[in-house]
């Protein structure tokens, strides 16, 4: 299977973001901090090598940046002292700019039963 590239698209998340995503060498200690890893579908460095790679339509079938809190707990961990959790951001920005919407609030049931800081970091990303 063959992937379209899509360099922009690297781009754009690094003037978003500020940072760097080659500077990641995918150690994993980003996913090992994350307190929401287990409901990703993919860890947080697999879709920095994505970016890399432009594989923008691979990291949008992953839920990994829409489950990101931005709670900063991988970016205060970062042996290379990335911004991962603003990297995350750039990509939902740049997707959400598509006017993609991967967020469903309707669909949850019972909202007092999330973690507060999954509720405000999905109203963050929803009130932009």
Same mark, same amino acid.
């Given at each position: ?9 690297? +781009? ?9 995503? #080659?500077?990641?060498? !995918?150690?994993? $200690? ?15 460095? !697999? ?15 992953? #839920? ?48 007092? +039963? ?11 990303? +929803? $009130?932009?």
């Amino acid at each position: 299977m063959k992937v379209k590239r899509d360099l922009e698209f690297l +781009e754009k998340v690094e003037e978003l973001s500020g940072e760097s995503v #080659n500077a990641c060498i !995918r150690c994993g $200690t980003c996913s090992a901090g994350c307190p929401f890893v287990e409901e990703m579908d993919v860890l947080p460095e !697999r879709i920095f090598k994505r970016i890399v790679l432009g594989d923008r339509e691979g990291i949008m079938k992953n #839920n990994t940046m829409w489950i990101c809190a931005a709670c900063f707990t991988c970016s205060v961990r970062c042996p290379r002292d990335i911004d991962i959790a603003k990297i995350m951001e750039a990509v939902r920005l740049t997707l959400l700019r598509e006017d993609i919407d991967m967020v469903d609030l309707d669909g949850l049931d019972n909202i007092e +039963e999330l973690p507060q800081l999954a509720v405000v970091g999905c109203f963050r990303k +929803e $009130t932009g």
